[in-house]
């Protein structure tokens, strides 16, 4: 990412992620925030995020929303989750030169799956609902 394209400074108590797969990093940076029940993750709206209206490509809010449900499931169980399933919402856009917040929990999770639900959200309004389902990795897999 050039320095032109570096996101502003992060909203209070936001912290850049580090440990993300290569395909998170070229998207990112995303950032996280404790909380104490689920995650809490952001990311700055580039135009590399947009399509040609300027809007949120549906595909980034898809990648970033993944993430977000398998970092919830991963915090409760213990272990990385991989998507089984995931179901989104668009309810509304995203622009460029917004802060991109989302937030998940984890709702169930059992010995080989895990499941969460979660949204994102802009300046108040939703732009995202959905939940996912997970395959809880072990060592062998």
């Known amino acids: 990412m050039s320095e032109a394209e570096a996101p502003p400074e992060p909203p209070e108590g936001f912290v ?44 980034m809010l898809a990648a970033f929303f993944d993430g977000l449900l398998a970092n919830a499931v991963g915090r409760k169980a213990g272990r990385t989750g991989v998507t089984i399933h995931l179901s989104i919402d668009y309810l509304t856009m995203a622009r460029a030169g917004e802060w991109v917040f989302g937030e998940a929990r984890a709702t169930r999770v059992t010995q080989d799956v895990g499941f969460a639900e979660g949204r994102i959200h802009v300046g108040g309004r939703d732009v995202v609902r959905g939940s996912g389902l997970f395959k809880l990795m072990h060592k062998r897999d």
């Open 16 to 59: 850049a992620m580090s440990r993300r797969g290569e395909f998170s990093r070229r998207n990112g940076p995303y950032f996280s925030r404790p909380r104490e029940d689920g995650v809490e993750q952001a990311f700055f709206a580039a135009p590399r995020h947009c399509n040609g209206l300027g809007i949120v490509h549906g595909g």
